[in-house]
């Protein structure tokens, strides 16, 4: 390979670098992206955060506390439940985002 050709290589890579890792971050704390990722747990859990039947609300609940919990359920050695499958299913990152989502919506006020 030239040098011509691996200086523009390397020039490529950080401009592309300069361009991407914003447009990463905006999207990172975007509320519409991460009620997205946490549109599924919306079947047991709510889409405002009060769930019905047995599922416990989340509306209102910390990030940090709640991001430790799903990671720990996605930590277990052998999934139990249907939580620790779910948990499965996302990168650390879509946990916090879930995480994030939750704990934005007010608290539901039934406890």
């Not at 990172?28 to 769930?51: F, K, L, W």
């Not at 919990?69 to 499958?85: N, P, Q, T, V």
């Amino acid at each position: 390979m030239s040098s011509f050709s691996t200086g523009l290589s390397s020039k490529l890579a950080i401009i592309s670098a300069i361009v991407i890792l914003p447009l990463n971050s905006a999207m990172a704390e975007d509320p519409t992206v991460n009620r997205m990722i946490a549109s599924q747990c919306a079947q047991c859990h709510g889409t405002n955060g009060y769930a019905r039947g047995s599922f416990p609300d989340l509306g209102g609940d910390e990030a940090k506390d709640q991001a430790d919990h799903l990671l720990d359920m996605k930590g277990e050695d052998r999934a139990e439940d249907m939580m620790d499958h779910q948990a499965l299913g996302y990168t650390d990152d879509q946990i916090r985002r879930i995480a994030q989502y939750y704990s934005t919506l007010p608290e539901s006020g039934d406890d």
